[in-house]
């Protein structure tokens, strides 16, 4: 019989760390196409969706960046 035993390193990143950081980039792609779908009546409101879409699309830049981040140092290569 074989028997295996799994050890956690402590520099080690889990996927709990990564879990927030894919909700929050897949929930901000969902919202920014979304929110874009529409036609905006007014001025005010094309530049409220502009300025939404600006900070979704940075905030999902940087959220990428994490996953990245996360992905490579748990493959080993950071």
Same mark, same amino acid.
């Given at each position: 019989?074989?028997?295996?035993?799994?050890?956690?390193?402590?520099?080690?990143?889990?996927?709990?760390?990564?879990?927030?950081?894919?909700?929050?980039?897949?929930?901000?792609?969902?919202?920014?196409?979304?929110?874009? +779908?529409?036609?905006? *009546?007014?001025? @005010?409101? $094309? !530049?409220?969706?502009?300025?939404?879409?600006?900070?979704?699309?940075?905030?999902?830049?940087? +959220?990428?960046?994490? *996953?990245?981040? @996360?992905? $490579? !140092?748990?493959?080993?290569?950071?």
């Amino acid at each position: 019989m074989i028997t295996l035993t799994i050890q956690a390193s402590s520099d080690a990143i889990t996927e709990d760390a990564l879990d927030p950081a894919l909700f929050v980039a897949l929930f901000l792609g969902v919202v920014g196409t979304v929110y874009a +779908m529409g036609e905006p *009546l007014t001025k @005010g409101e $094309m !530049r409220l969706r502009m300025g939404t879409l600006i900070i979704c699309a940075v905030i999902a830049l940087i +959220m990428a960046f994490w *996953l990245v981040t @996360g992905i $490579m !140092r748990r493959a080993g290569w950071l």
